[in-house]
């Protein structure tokens, strides 16, 4: 199997295309599609200080639907434009302030506004 990447300026947003080739007589180039999620997002987590890093727009859709602790509006917001962002509808930008409100309205805190005695890495 070889891979191949084209690769674009680091920018949010910004699509990367991999190809993937398989040397199989039934498999073809396989495209994947890699969006540029940024700078990761660092939440507080946990009264314990614990942080969690957001660092790809699939890391964000799964906590979104499966680590999420609360369900509203903010959640479903979040989700809809994570999804939105994924398909190349609306810039990465919109889907990390969605993202952020989400996480506001759940209560995490960004880790930069957290002195540093008070917070660990989550494990």
């Not at 962002?85 to 506001?104: E, L, Q, S, T």
Request: charged share 25%; glycine share 6%.
């Amino acid at each position: 199997m070889l891979d191949r990447f084209e690769a674009g300026p680091a920018i949010p947003g910004t699509v990367k295309i991999r190809s993937r080739v398989c040397r199989s007589s039934f498999m073809k180039d396989i495209w994947l599609i890699e969006i540029n999620w940024g700078p990761p997002l660092s939440l507080v987590i946990s009264p314990d200080g614990d942080v969690q890093k957001f660092s790809t727009i699939e890391q964000v859709k799964y906590w979104l639907l499966k680590r999420w602790p609360i369900a509203d509006d903010a959640r479903s917001t979040a989700l809809k434009q994570v999804d939105a962002a994924m398909n190349c509808i609306v810039p990465v930008g919109v889907a990390r302030r969605a993202f952020a409100a989400a996480a506001r309205s759940a209560g995490y805190i960004p880790e930069d506004l957290v002195g540093y005695a008070t917070r660990r890495a989550a494990g």
